[in-house]
């Protein structure tokens, strides 16, 4: 199999790549920068990521995408929520992370990102695009969801001479599922980034920080990332 893959440095991105080397040629990675508060370490450590991999890579700019959206992932003047551990457990009220994804959604993403990959994918005819789509966070995404996967397949089936795919290796996994994954496979997750901020460490507060708190208490491990920073 050949394929493009989507690469935030996230957690998700990262052991996704690492879950498809075995039996997939990855022709390219796409690093996106449109506007996130965390560029500039997700493009850092995503260069890292490719590096360690021996991949080729391109970073592309969409920063057009701030001029349509107030999310707070790209506007600095709107507070990213915080959330606790117990907000984010089952036993929560679900509005609270429902509210949450609201205030970070950035309007299509996902299917502008994957859409552009797909053309990356069929002009170097190339089979798959890679994604970091997961059981934990199609809840509230619904771009993360296995029904937008088969949508979007089916949208790339008119729109691709090839008939691109989407390719969700995480799709059926929690957090703590894909860290378990990520050891076993020796993913560099002391290059992956989760913080929706871009400062020198992760802030521990916002929802992505949480949830990856959660997933590496819950798998009886250190955070690589944190260990490096000399933060645990």
């Given amino acids: 199999m050949t394929a493009i893959a ?6 998700d991105s990262v052991t996704s790549v690492a879950a498809v080397l075995e039996k997939t040629d ?6 996106f920068n449109y506007g996130q508060r965390a560029v500039k370490r997700e493009i850092q450590n995503s260069i890292k990521v490719c590096e360690h991999f ?5 970073v ?3 920063t057009w995408m701030q001029e349509i959206t107030n999310t707070s992932l790209v506007n600095t003047n709107t507070d990213v929520p915080k959330l606790s551990m117990d907000e984010i457990s089952e036993d929560a009220d679900p509005s609270i992370t429902v509210e949450s994804a609201k205030a970070v959604w950035v309007p299509n993403r996902n299917g502008i990102l994957i859409n552009i990959a797909a053309a990356y994918a069929e002009s170097m005819d190339c ?3 890679i994604v970091g789509f997961n059981k934990e966070e199609a809840v509230t995404f619904p771009d993360n969801s ?12 008119y ?15 929690n957090k703590k599922e894909i860290v378990a994954r990520a050891i076993e496979l020796k993913a560099p997750l002391e290059y992956s980034w989760s913080c929706y901020h ?3 460490a992760p802030c521990g507060e916002c929802e992505s920080c949480t949830r990856r708190r959660r997933a590496f208490e819950a798998a009886g491990a250190k955070d690589p990332l944190l260990v490096r920073l000399g933060k645990q």
């Fill in 198 to 200: 871009g400062a020198d």
């Fill in 127 to 129: 089979e798959y695009v």
């Fill in 60 to 62: 592309l700019d969409i």
């Fill in 6 to 11: 989507l690469l935030s440095s996230g957690l």
């Fill in 54 to 58: 021996g991949l080729d890579y391109r």
């Fill in 146 to 157: 296995p029904e937008f996967i088969t949508a979007i397949d089916d949208s790339l089936s």
């Fill in 159 to 173: 729109s691709t001479q090839n008939g691109v795919k989407v390719l969700a290796p995480l799709i059926g996994m």
């Fill in 26 to 31: 990855v022709k390219m990675a796409l690093i």
